[in-house]
């Protein structure tokens, strides 16, 4: 498994100091979290007096985290070293699930000399 601190990761169109040789295709990463019960009446108190729900802000993270790295596998499947054009994708399935999607252009790139 490639970790994505290892991969070449841009929401430009390109990577600066590299060169694109080629482009492999669509990438992406899809995971659908809920918070447990737990979470959800912890979410609910904090809600009644305001702020930051550090609950949701938590579990987001950690979706947006995992559907990158579903990503990245999905490029190295492809034989690519890096993905361009990186882009999230968020919506509700319920009051209680939300869906992370993060998708881009798998691509070859060499570093320039």
Do not use: C, W
């Amino acid at each position: 498994m490639v970790r994505v601190e290892e991969f070449i990761i841009s929401s430009a169109n390109y990577v600066p100091g590299y060169e694109i040789v080629e482009t492999k295709g669509f990438v992406y990463g899809l995971t659908v979290r809920s918070r447990g019960v737990g979470g959800q009446i912890g979410a609910g108190i904090r809600s009644m007096f305001g702020g930051e729900i550090k609950e949701y802000v938590s579990m987001m993270e950690d979706t947006r985290d995992e559907a990158l790295q579903r990503a990245v596998e999905h490029a190295v499947e492809y034989g690519a070293n890096a993905i361009i054009s990186v882009r999230y994708d968020s919506n509700d399935i319920s009051d209680i699930m939300q869906e992370i999607l993060a998708y881009g252009t798998a691509v070859v790139a060499h570093k320039i000399e």
